[in-house]
């Protein structure tokens, strides 16, 4: 098969996947704003982006470098160098771990209660968070060896589709039996799936890999890959922290300065508003191979033809659904979440604005990743979660959680504009979109 062939399959199953993840999770969380009620919606929220926080930690920023590595001796079939990648990484992995779980149980337990959650009698946290760290952080590197493996499909099985599908079925099943469910059983349910999800996708796992056949053993191995992993993983890392401190900081904010309650609403209308920035999602799941082909050809015109006429096509659809959140955003609110959650839609329209903004500034940021300026997106993202806290803590003052969501929308403005300018600035590519692009946006995707 030959790799433009490989690729379009990779980004066939990336689209469908990513389809399916978010419209199921969707599902899943308009049942949970249903079982539970909004302060404890809010806390489950609260718990779930902590134990995804604290599992990004738990990687030690190796889920990126794995796949760079595991990738590159893949092509060369030097199996036995991928096997010693992985083992390295899983015990960097559970040493990581396990020292965040002993911590949460002696340290952060007590803090992260005071913060954020004033009543949580019927959850122990002490014993669900340190599991829920390890499932996370050991998620994430799995994924990535598949990935590097060339193995879209389980990547991006085991990446949020099994488990979003499998808690959809569950939930569904619950809400038709009982009217409520109290926090802690939803807690272990999730767990339990997720636990799930880890033991079928480490079952699966070619390894070890053979290392007889082709190229396995013919080439040798003449330095140790250890330094240079982690290396690339402690630059990765910065970004990867910066990156999610920007998508969940507002909540952690509103948590600490609102409560429990005020999360579930927040939190509801931004994973609504995902739907506005899913057209983009997508493209830069699919779009990064052709770009670093691309890239090879010096081509800059091309390369900025085909990614702005991408970035107009998938900008129509958002303006649909933003339309549909102007004039029916209550109505949007009640149907996924329920009527308790319709006073949000100024929140969900706010939102929507920062999403659009994303959606019209196109793939930039891909563009400075594939083309290697992962230090300049690393300022940019770190600069802009600074600014989103700062922001949060004066708006919602003043605002509650439209303040919140006024930040947020703003921080990503901010992002998505600086991202553009260096792009541009170093790379010699616009993004954003234009009509004019869009005109010819059928022919760009033809010529990939």
């Given at each position: 098969m030959s790799l433009k062939s490989r690729l379009l399959k990779g980004g066939v199953w990336a689209l469908i996947g990513k389809m399916l993840a978010m419209l199921s999770g969707m599902v899943v969380h308009g049942a949970l704003a249903r079982l539970l009620t909004p302060e404890e919606y809010g806390n489950y929220l609260l718990i779930l982006s902590l134990a995804l926080f604290l599992g990004l930690l738990g990687q030690v920023g190796l889920k990126q470098a794995v796949l760079r590595w595991v990738a590159d001796y893949s092509s060369k079939k030097q199996y036995h160098c991928i096997n010693r990648v992985i083992a390295f990484a899983g015990k960097i992995v559970f040493?990581?771990?396990?020292?965040?779980?002993?911590?949460?149980?002696?340290?952060?337990?007590d803090v992260v209660t005071h913060l954020f959650f004033s009543s949580l009698s019927e959850v122990d946290l002490s014993v669900v968070m340190p599991v829920w760290i390890a499932l996370m952080a050991f998620r994430l590197v799995i994924i990535e060896i598949y990935r590097g493996l060339g193995d879209i499909f389980k990547a991006t099985l085991f990446d949020s589709v099994f488990t979003n599908v499998v808690l959809m079925a569950a939930l569904v099943i619950l809400m038709i039996l009982y009217s409520s469910l109290t926090l802690a059983f939803i807690l272990f349910l999730v767990l339990g799936v997720y636990a799930i999800n880890f033991l079928v996708s480490a079952v699966l796992l070619p390894v070890p890999l053979s290392t007889s056949g082709q190229g396995s053993d013919s080439v040798d191995v003449d330095h140790d890959d250890k330094p240079s992993l982690m290396s690339a993983a402690m630059v990765l890392y910065v970004t990867d922290l910066s990156v999610f401190a920007l998508?969940?900081?507002?909540?952690?904010?509103?948590?600490?300065?609102?409560?429990?309650?005020?999360?579930a609403l927040f939190a509801a209308a931004q994973k609504l508003v995902n739907l506005v920035a899913m057209p983009l999602l997508i493209v830069n799941l699919v779009i990064p191979p052709f770009i670093s082909e691309l890239k090879a050809t010096g081509d800059h015109e091309r390369t900025e033809k085909i990614?702005?006429?991408?970035?107009?096509?998938?900008?129509?659809?958002?303006?649909?659904?933003?339309?549909?959140?102007?004039?029916?955003?209550?109505?949007?609110?009640?149907?996924?979440?329920?009527?308790?959650?319709?006073?949000?839609?100024?929140?969900?329209?706010?939102?929507?604005?920062g999403a659009l903004a994303n959606v019209l500034t196109g793939s930039c940021g891909k563009i400075l990743l594939m083309y290697g300026y992962h230090?300049?997106?690393?300022?940019?993202?770190?600069?802009?979660?600074?600014?989103?806290?700062?922001?949060?803590?004066?708006?919602?003052q003043y605002f509650g959680i439209l303040g919140a969501a006024i930040a947020a929308s703003l921080a990503k403005l901010i992002h998505n504009l600086l991202s553009l300018f260096y792009a541009h600035?170093?790379?010699?590519?616009?993004?954003?979109?234009?009509?004019?692009?869009?005109?010819?946006?059928?022919?760009?995707?033809r010529r990939l």
């Open positions: 040493i990581a771990s396990l020292v965040l779980a002993l911590l949460w149980v002696f340290l952060i337990d998508a969940q900081s507002m909540i952690w904010l509103v948590g600490n300065l609102m409560g429990s309650e005020n999360v990614v702005r006429g991408i970035s107009s096509l998938v900008g129509l659809p958002a303006l649909i659904v933003l339309t549909v959140f102007v004039f029916f955003g209550d109505l949007a609110m009640t149907i996924v979440y329920g009527k308790e959650y319709a006073s949000a839609s100024s929140v969900l329209l706010m939102l929507s604005i230090n300049i997106l690393m300022k940019i993202t770190f600069s802009s979660g600074l600014i989103s806290v700062l922001f949060g803590v004066v708006l919602i600035k170093y790379c010699g590519i616009w993004t954003h979109v234009s009509v004019l692009h869009f005109m010819f946006a059928y022919k760009s995707l």
